[in-house]
């Protein structure tokens, strides 16, 4: 099995390490990662400028490729330019930080496992719910390869892939797994405002996230209570209900 | 009606403008935009750095706040900061270039009105099929004008927005509106390298987009038909159909 891995804390992160080593029994890993962190990006591409590749070392073996650009494009390069066959599954990870509910949208994880699958290749996107970059991660990277070996078995549609979050917790803690839908929830945004030594306003974003599910197969609220949440998601954003009401209105 | 206006090429672009122009009759206009072009930006929120805001003046009159951020980044900033009340609506455009089929993911003119949408504001995006900066852009605006004073009949959910695309044809060659599902296609991506002049390889991307569709309810179909595609959509991206068969795997 040829396994594609990028993320988008960076190719230095703990997260991505970790995914690798716990993929590396089940195939050919390959790395092709952001040079730096991306998240928040979104599904962005990098249009206006040319990218850049340079070769990156880790413990003084070659750990992979990386790219002055997005999640998105590291995906799209690996596969148009960088590897010599299509991957059998992107693996996109491991994220510090849950991507659940509406923070799926500003994902640069998930958008690239969402590119994986504009290309065909099926694809999981993992979070592990924690900022702290000592983590431990073993958990979320089993979690990862277990996915990994059975995704066959699902039998998932070629336009869905998985999301998957995972509570910042030791693993006889965990209280297993639970097959969810995105969560409602919203940010509160917050502007603080600063005046640079000119005496310039500038802005900083600084959020806080209300929840506005309760309902258990919410992934926001499963991970709360201790369980890893698998999402399956596509991007069919139609909304189709409202397509008859406009029909009547135009 | 207090109407925010956004969009993805910038401030400066002329599909903004005329927008502006269009949306003046209907209410108070206040324009929040980026600073420069913004393509291909998706739902990119700067969380890293801080924001900038400037007031940009145009024909000697204040045309509205340049900001250093994306589209999404604008909306929020708006909401949160620059407008005394929430708006009644945000429309983003004009785009150059359609945001119709998986485009929509990648399109900073639809991420800032989805970023309305979160913020519980109706929004519209609308974008015209050319890349010609002196494109005639009178049709488009007219068509937004027409929703924006029409967007309460349509009672659409509050999570669901109106994504709409305009062929570039002057208007008697418009055949009619088609309110439409989005189209289904893929990028064939190529990475064009070349070599500094150190001899080091850089690549620019190169896309080609095939259409998978031929539906004429495809957003991406309508428009080459010659007919305004309008789009509703929404950002629940759960998969339901595959939650039942995963839930039978684990």
Request: charged share 20%.
């Amino acid at each position: 099995m040829n396994i594609l891995v990028t993320n988008d804390d960076g190719i230095t992160s703990q997260g991505i390490y970790s995914l690798v080593e716990a993929l590396r029994p089940l195939g050919s890993v390959t790395v092709v990662a952001p040079d730096r962190q991306q998240s928040a990006v979104g599904h962005a591409l990098t249009v206006s400028e040319p990218l850049r590749v340079v070769r990156f070392w880790r413990d003084e073996q070659f750990f992979g490729y990386a790219v002055s650009g997005t999640p998105a494009d590291c995906v799209k390069l690996a596969v148009a330019r960088l590897l010599p066959t299509k991957p059998d599954i992107v693996v996109s990870g491991i994220n510090h930080g849950y991507n659940t509910g509406i923070n799926v949208l500003y994902s640069g994880t998930v958008s690239a496992a969402t590119e994986a699958m504009l290309l065909g290749i099926p694809a999981v996107a993992i979070s592990l719910g924690t900022f702290d970059e000592n983590a431990d991660c073993s958990v979320a990277a089993r979690t990862a390869a277990y996915i990994v070996e059975r995704y066959h078995e699902f039998e998932l549609p070629p336009t869905t892939l998985l999301n998957v979050n995972v509570p910042p917790l030791p693993e006889h803690q965990i209280k297993g797994v639970r097959i969810t839908r995105q969560g409602q929830g919203v940010w509160n945004d917050e502007y603080e405002e600063r005046l640079d030594p000119m005496g310039r306003p500038y802005y900083w974003l600084r959020g806080t996230y209300n929840h506005l599910d309760s309902d258990p197969n919410a992934d926001d609220v499963a991970v709360e209570q201790g369980y890893i949440a698998i999402t399956p998601i596509h991007y069919d954003l139609t909304d189709r209900a409202a397509i008859e009401r406009l029909k009547e209105r135009f």
